[in-house]
């Protein structure tokens, strides 16, 4: 059974940070790995899409890197502000399957 | 493109009432919709998989009789909590595939707010 972990679950820094955001999942055998942004009591925005053949994707400040054999995404913000306040969800989807498997978040605060 | 939205966006109702949340693709026809289930600071967990004109597959642990997807038509799914209690007050979010697209995509609606007194 897939798991997603994400760490830390909560993460607070000032505005202009470089900061990470780290996903591990169980099981290599994936599909293709996403990063969503979740605000409060809302609805998700996808954010990147690594297909399990990428290694990463890159959308402005986001850069997303895949390591599907050591089952480890990271999420890479530059220059945060305040803005991307917000939790951050990976979720993976496995191979055969349509199913997301969604990991716990991590809830970011940028501080201006 | 590819907005789902859901209605209603937050309900309080008695305990013992049953609830109905639609999921509505607006500019898209989708061939399967997903629905979530939310518990506050908990990530999402899939419930059900629902195809249009066919019984919804639920996930382990979801009962059926008490969480009914209908999915009648490429635009239109609807999920209705049947006598609901407390513990299922929770915040429920659907997702639609594009019909034809890759089956990897799905598009999230903006959530429900369910609260169950």
Same mark, same amino acid.
């Given at each position: 059974k897939q798991e997603v972990t994400q760490i830390p679950a909560a993460l607070s820094v000032p505005e202009g940070e470089n900061l990470v955001l780290n996903c591990s999942f169980t099981? $290599? %055998?994936?599909?293709n790995l996403q990063w969503f942004r979740q605000d409060p009591g809302k609805g998700l925005t996808s954010l990147l899409l690594i297909q399990s053949s990428q290694r990463e994707q890159t959308s402005g400040r986001l850069n997303a890197s895949l390591d599907k054999s050591s089952g480890r995404s990271t999420l890479y913000i530059a %220059? $945060?502000?305040?803005?991307?306040s917000a939790t951050y969800l990976c979720a993976v989807m496995n191979t055969g399957f349509q199913k997301l498997v969604f990991g716990t978040g991590t809830r970011l605060l940028v501080s201006p | 493109g590819a907005v789902v939205s859901q209605h209603p966006s937050r309900v309080i109702c008695k305990s013992g009432t049953s609830v109905k949340i639609e999921c509505r693709s607006l500019d898209f026809q989708a061939t399967t919709m997903f629905w979530y289930r939310q518990f506050p600071k908990q990530s999402l967990m899939l419930m059900a998989t629902s195809n249009e004109g066919s019984k919804a597959t639920y996930e382990q642990g979801v009962e059926k009789d008490k969480f009914l997807i209908n @999915?009648? =038509?490429?635009?239109l799914s609807t999920l209705t909590v049947t =006598?609901? @209690?407390? /513990?299922?007050s929770s915040f429920y979010i659907c997702s639609a595939s594009i019909a034809g697209?890759?089956? /990897?995509t799905q598009y999230f609606g903006p959530g429900t707010r369910l609260l169950v007194l």
């Open positions: 099981d $290599s %055998a994936i599909y %220059a $945060s502000q305040p803005g991307d | @999915h009648a =038509s490429l635009t =006598s609901a @209690h407390p /513990e299922d697209a890759r089956q /990897e």
